[in-house]
């Protein structure tokens, strides 16, 4: 068996948000060994790690610790412009 794979949904806590974790959800359940993370960027700790990772925009979803390009991330020495 292989290693778990982590799903990080990053929000605020909000509504407009839901649709992002019902989406990583989704992935989840289509896959075996995906486990998913709300990551609640009002918190110290999830801010923190969404900045560490490159997360630009919110919601945003994060596969094994790689944002996904159309959630915020941006691939090394784009500006996102």
Not at 29 to 47: F, H, I, N
Not at 61 to 75: K, S
């Amino acid at each position: 068996m292989g290693s778990p794979h982590t799903i990080e949904v990053f929000t605020e806590g909000c509504p407009s948000c839901e649709g992002a974790v019902a989406y990583a959800h989704e992935l989840a359940a289509s896959s075996d060994g995906y486990e998913v993370r709300v990551c609640d960027v009002t918190q110290a700790e999830a801010q923190a790690r969404a900045h560490g990772i490159g997360i630009t925009e919110l919601p945003a979803i994060a596969i094994d610790g790689e944002p996904l390009l159309c959630c915020g991330g941006h691939p090394e020495g784009s500006t996102g412009a």
